[in-house]
């Protein structure tokens, strides 16, 4: 079973992509494992729009910030394996294969990614190259606070 870990927060313009991205990836034991940080949008709205008991939402009344949302829902999370994602994202199709291909010869992965703008117009090809980082897990440490 695969968890996938999203904290919320105000993301009502990006969050549907997301989860579009995100759920034709998973089968049907794995889930979806969302955890919103008190958002005063229609973020909420959005999320419950979609029918798919793979959907998991935890809704907080009262703002804890991305950490604790981030862990709240980590704490939720059932799966062998863990994926975190953020709202803005999307994912590539292939995402879910390429690093369950990974995870077969190591305990973590980490990944590149394209930058976009709000309107998914590639900005650049590579965030390693804009962050001076690589692959690795140290570079990564230090060039990147994306690690969690």
């Known amino acids: 079973m695969i968890s996938v870990c999203m904290a919320t927060y105000n993301g009502q313009r990006y969050v549907a992509d997301q989860i579009k991205s995100v759920l034709p990836q998973l089968a049907p034991d794995?889930?979806?494992v969302i955890a919103d940080d008190a958002s005063s949008d229609g973020t909420l709205a959005v999320?419950?729009?979609?029918d798919d008991p793979r959907i998991c939402v935890l809704a907080s009344e009262v703002r804890l910030g991305v950490v604790p949302t981030f862990e709240r829902a980590l704490s939720a999370a059932r799966g062998e394996i863990v994926f975190l994602c953020d709202q803005?994202?999307?994912w590539l199709p292939n995402k879910r294969?390429?690093?369950l291909e990974a995870l077969a010869v190591a305990d973590l992965v980490v990944s590149d990614c394209r930058v976009t703008d709000a309107d998914l117009n590639e900005r650049a090809s590579s965030f390693f190259s804009l962050r001076a980082s690589g692959p690795g897990l140290l570079r990564n440490l230090w060039r990147n606070g994306f690690l969690g």
């Open 30 to 32: 794995d889930e979806l």
């Open 47 to 50: 999320i419950k729009g979609f």
């Open 88 to 90: 803005d994202d999307v």
């Open 97 to 99: 294969a390429v690093f």
